[in-house]
């Protein structure tokens, strides 16, 4: 499939849940991708939600208390690799 995000996507108009099931797989990680990218240009325009900051400075606080601590992404990564053997 060449620019085609599947068929509902070669033709002006709006998209269905049903347009969206019957593309494959592939192609839905294109328009995933896609979506993602031109969301992602413009962070002002996606507000993160309130319980984001709520759930960040909770995080902050118990790293602050010593009750959590950060951990290398690579270490983390080969730790949940390793449990979930």
Not at 12 to 33: F, H, N, S, W, Y
Not at 42 to 68: F, M
Request: aromatic letters at 8%.
């Amino acid at each position: 499939m060449s620019n085609c995000f599947g068929r509902c996507f070669c033709y002006l108009g709006q998209v269905t849940a049903t347009d969206i099931r019957q593309m494959t797989v592939p192609d839905k990680l294109r328009l995933m991708e896609a979506l993602w990218q031109d969301l992602s240009a413009d962070e002002a325009g996606v507000p993160s939600p309130a319980w984001h900051n709520r759930v960040l400075e909770e995080r902050v606080r118990l790293v602050e208390s010593g009750q959590e601590t950060f951990m290398d992404w690579d270490v983390a990564k080969k730790l949940l690799r390793e449990e979930l053997q």
